[in-house]
């Protein structure tokens, strides 16, 4: 494939013309991209690597069915939605198809973050409230409405949390306030929730939404306890409030289990409000709100249109639809619970070879290995994490880190992963792991982790045999 530029003078012309704030994966060694097939991505030079890190590419990159829908839609027209075309019933249709019959009301958009804000204004709509509880750690968004209630932007910034936002304890049974030696630990998380709502009624302020990601992403890869969103969606909707469950990067099939996050949870939990996006189009701009009748009269009652442009175009509602035919077709939803439970297999093989390995958990083809320089205080190994990223790029896999300390290797890739994909990822990993453990001992400084620096930080074998030194640059994505 022809290039415009130079890998030099992209970077070069990156960093003349695009915002500092919008960061690369791997700043230190940035990886040019041209094309991409299936689970597979391709350098300047050719370069094949295993992407380990795109959920959004979710059935594929570049895949035929889907390309070839959208080249034929865009040929006989793309127009603003408010004209009438059957594209979007015909996409409605398969969607709410896939959910509880009380989930039957769909709202177009172009992006995830465009879902929760209109998530929001629904839920504050419903019940004439403003207050939102969500979770440690918890990203929903880019808008403004959105990072007051993601912690994971917020707490790092200078941005004082709104009075109306409530941060609950995230339920993670590894690193958590409860962990997997409670009782109850579901019950426990819950009433942590409850205890905000009655905080709250005592200030005199009331709760319009409870929202999380079904299964959370960027906190690290936390799936909640049995039985959690159940007992929240109890305390919630006692309040008056609703419950939104986030659906932007674990929705279509991803958990293997279900088609949709929410799902794995039990089938007598069902929000009231779910967003989804990502992968919805494949990397086309798709992304949809669906809730219940009551709650869309109710936002229509406020006499306020709601338009968007190109929320349900006819091409991306071509494309929807070319996803959810290909997802069935190839029985992706399948293939992600055979794959994820085979890797997670391995490498929870690979966490009784490994002291870095903390915790493997995940479900399907969403997969988090926490990293640790200690098991038993589950010391975050943050600069190890990401140095671990930055190896396995040499080895042509592309992975990410992440959570409250960085030091959870994510593995989200397209739903066409394939056993011989897995055990590559595995092998490399081990062989990372094995020369890292090799190569550091008992004391290490500890990572300055404040956003946006570069922090060097050196790691010492016994007997100063050996140093390696980990490059840590923080970064703020969620993809």
Not at 41 to 70: K, Q, S, T, W
Not at 319 to 328: R, T
Request: aromatic share 8%.
């Amino acid at each position: 494939m022809c290039e415009l530029y130079s890998k030099e003078a992209t970077l070069a012309l990156r960093g003349k013309h695009i915002g500092p704030s919008c960061t690369v994966f791997f700043a230190e060694d940035p990886v040019k991209i041209v094309r991409a097939g299936r689970q597979y991505m391709f350098d300047e030079r050719g370069r094949r690597y295993l992407d380990c890190i795109n959920n959004v590419a979710h059935v594929g990159h570049c895949h035929p069915e889907v390309v070839e829908a959208a080249q034929k839609q865009m040929a006989l027209l793309n127009t603003n939605s408010r004209f009438l075309h059957d594209n979007i019933v015909a996409y409605a249709q398969r969607l709410v198809a896939t959910l509880p019959p009380q989930l039957c009301v769909c709202y177009f958009t172009n992006s995830g973050s465009e879902a929760n804000d209109l998530a929001l204004r629904l839920a504050r709509r419903f019940r004439g409230r403003h207050d939102v509880i969500t979770l440690e750690h918890a990203y929903h968004g880019h808008l403004s409405s959105l990072i007051e209630i993601s912690p994971y932007k917020f707490q790092k910034g200078k941005d004082d949390q709104k009075e109306f936002v409530h941060v609950a304890p995230a339920p993670d049974t590894y690193r958590g306030k409860f962990r997997e030696d409670h009782a109850d630990p579901a019950s426990a998380y819950a009433a942590e929730v409850q205890g905000i709502i009655e905080d709250a009624h005592r200030r005199g302020r009331k709760i319009a939404a409870f929202i999380a990601e079904s299964m959370q992403s960027c906190g690290g890869q936390i799936i909640p306890p049995a039985d959690y969103f159940r007992r929240v969606a109890e305390h919630i909707r006692g309040a008056g409030g609703v419950f939104i469950a986030d659906e932007v990067q674990v929705g279509f099939g991803r958990s293997g289990r279900h088609f949709w996050g929410f799902q794995v949870h039990g089938e007598d939990f069902i929000p009231d409000i779910v967003t989804m996006g990502k992968p919805m189009g494949n990397g086309h701009p798709l992304a949809c709100v669906v809730t219940t009748r009551e709650i869309a009269e109710a936002f229509h009652g406020s006499g306020m249109e709601y338009f968007n442009t190109f929320g349900g175009n006819p091409v991306s509602c071509a494309v929807g639809l070319a996803v959810l035919d290909v997802i069935e077709k190839e029985d992706l939803q399948g293939n992600a619970i055979r794959v994820g439970n085979y890797l997670t297999e391995l490498l929870n093989k690979q966490k009784a070879k490994h002291t870095l390995i903390g915790d493997i958990r995940g479900i399907g083809l969403f997969i988090g290995i926490d990293l640790v320089r200690d098991r038993e205080r589950r010391t975050p190994a943050t600069a190890e994490a990401q140095h671990v990223t930055y190896k396995m790029k040499e080895k042509q896999v592309l992975l990410s880190a992440d959570g409250p300390h960085r030091n959870v290797l994510k593995i989200k890739p397209p739903m066409c992963f394939t056993r011989e994909d897995a055990e590559f990822l595995v092998e490399q990993l081990d062989g990372v792991l094995t020369v890292l453990e090799e190569s550091i001992g008992t004391q290490t400084e500890p990572a300055n982790s404040s956003e946006n620096t570069l922090h060097r930080t050196k790691v010492q074998a016994p007997n100063e045999k050996c140093k390696l030194t980990v490059y840590l640059k923080c970064t703020d994505k969620r993809i």
